[in-house]
């Protein structure tokens, strides 16, 4: 059996990030399941710690630096169908330390929602959970 690196599962980072109550949400630019709502984050590069690569993402991302707080659990993305793979995402819970966001050109858009506003939202899955953890561990 072969095994090419890119069809292995890569490991990524995302933060849900408070700030005077609200969390942030991004859409990806070009989302490979559609229009949804997320958290910001991105693959851990070689020789680079979790805490690194979130910090490094945010900032990339959102123009923004952060306090990691904890973290949220586990989740599991497939995109076996459009060909951009199998992900093991790592959530933080985060807080807002400085910056306005700024989004860079992977992110289509970027708000601050009150954390119960987002269950009307269209998110990625399981991402209800996930903000409800980070809620918890942030204290909001």
């Given amino acids: 059996m072969t095994d090419s690196i890119a069809a292995r599962p890569q490991v990524a980072v995302s933060a849900g990030i408070f700030r005077d109550g609200k969390i942030l949400l991004t859409r990806r630019a070009n989302d490979p399941k559609g229009v949804r709502w997320t958290f910001p984050g991105g693959r851990i590069e070689s020789n680079e710690t979790m805490v690194e690569a979130l910090k490094r993402e945010i900032l990339e991302e959102t123009g923004l630096t952060i306090e990691i707080a904890g973290s949220a659990g586990v989740r599991e993305m497939l995109h076996a169908q459009s060909g951009h793979g199998h992900f093991i995402i790592l959530p933080f819970a985060a807080r807002w330390v400085s910056g306005e966001v700024a989004p860079n050109d992977e992110i289509a858009e970027a708000r601050w929602f009150d954390p119960d506003e987002t269950h009307g939202l ?19």
């Fill in 122 to 140: 269209t998110v990625t899955e399981g991402l209800h959970e996930v903000i409800a953890d980070a809620r918890r561990i942030v204290g909001v």
